[in-house]
Nanobody, 114 residues
């Protein structure tokens, strides 16, 4: 099994930055895509950004140009650098990994105040 542990969430003012990190442990061999999803209160979980094992990235339109996803395959970690944060980025952010099935972290709260 694979376990994902996120860190780096918190409270920040609009225009500020945060960096989320996610570490995978356990049976990490053959993890394919990793990434981040988020869920705001009363809304469905949505994709933020994903990255393949080869480094190809995909971003939601709402975060393009502001967020950057990166990955260290040797350390089994994925990071999300979030700049120019907006109040609408407020959500619980979930780390995601695909290894045969989707695996989710416990989530970390990001709150952006106006």
């Amino acid at each position: 099994q694979v376990q994902l542990v996120e860190s780096g969430g918190g409270l920040v003012q609009a225009g500020g930055s945060l960096r989320l990190s996610c570490a995978a442990s356990g049976s990490t061999a053959r993890i394919n895509d990793m990434g981040w999803y988020r869920q705001a209160p009363g809304k469905q979980r949505e994709l933020v950004a994903t990255i393949t094992s080869g480094g190809s990235t995909n971003y939601a339109d709402s975060v393009k140009g502001r967020f950057t996803i990166s990955r260290d395959n040797a350390k089994n970690t994925v990071h999300l650098q979030m700049n120019s944060l907006k109040p609408e980025d407020t959500a619980v952010y979930y780390c995601y990994a695909l290894r045969i099935v989707a695996i989710w972290g416990q989530g970390t709260q990001v709150t952006v105040s106006s």
